[in-house]
């Protein structure tokens, strides 16, 4: 698994698009292998190929089983340690995307990395105590400017919901940089499509409920034994 996250890395961290490309179907892969049941062999089909035959995708595991995986086991420790962190990777190639001159060709390539990181916040929970920094926070705001396309806000949208679940000190850093001015400004604008507004809603339905304890390791990760 460090290999394949170490040649993952690697082309993430690259000014070439299409290797940034690369990389981050190779995170997709591992996170496909680890959460799709390999107990019948089309789960190694492309997901396009299945839709185009008619064939049904095996359903994701349920988290309670999947804790019990010892490759899931194996990938929540990696996450514990900086070097093989895969938001933090993320997080560092989408300030890369985001600095490109050619939107046309990034703006999918920043969709699919936010994709893949809500999927790791999701997966690995304490991960979401990167964004008490206030750059990561910083970038994360920085996407849902008018610039962006709505794809592109919406999504942005859904990691910062996941960011901030259970973790108070990651919305503390929210408030901290005006994020709620950031998410009504976003919603009062007259160029916000109204795809975005909805999510923007849901967001604020999001906050506004009562606080869950901080996501740690010990109560959010498989069980040692």
């Not at 107990?39 to 995708?57: A, C, E, F, I």
């Not at 750059?135 to 610039?147: E, K, N, T, V």
Request: hydrophobic share 40%; aromatic share 6%; charged share 20%.
């Amino acid at each position: 698994m460090e290999a394949l996250l170490s040649l993952s890395f690697d082309n993430t961290s690259s000014k070439d698009i299409s290797k940034i490309r690369k990389g981050l179907r190779q995170i997709e892969g591992l996170l496909a292998q680890i959460c799709i049941p390999p107990s019948s062999s089309q789960h190694k089909r492309r997901p396009s190929s299945s839709r185009l035959s008619g064939d049904t995708l095996l359903p994701p595991r349920q988290l309670s089983t999947l804790c019990q995986d010892p490759a899931y086991r194996e990938f929540f420790r990696l996450q514990e340690g900086f070097e093989w962190n895969v938001a933090s990777r993320l997080m560092a190639c989408l300030e890369t995307l985001l600095g490109m001159p050619n939107a046309t060709q990034s703006n999918a390539i920043i969709l699919s990395a936010l994709d893949i990181l809500q999927g790791v916040l999701l997966l690995h929970p304490p991960s979401r105590a990167l964004f008490r920094r206030e750059s990561y926070m910083d970038l994360l705001l920085d996407l849902l400017d008018a610039a962006n396309p709505p794809v592109v806000q919406s999504q942005a949208l859904l990691v910062l919901v996941t960011a901030l679940l259970a973790t108070p000190e990651s919305t503390r850093t929210f408030e901290k940089m005006d994020g709620l001015l950031t998410i009504a400004s976003l919603f009062k604008s007259r160029s916000t499509s109204r795809e975005v507004k909805l999510k923007v809603v849901e967001f604020l339905y999001f906050y506004l409920m009562p606080e869950s304890p901080s996501a740690n390791s010990s109560s959010a990760g498989p069980q040692k034994k």
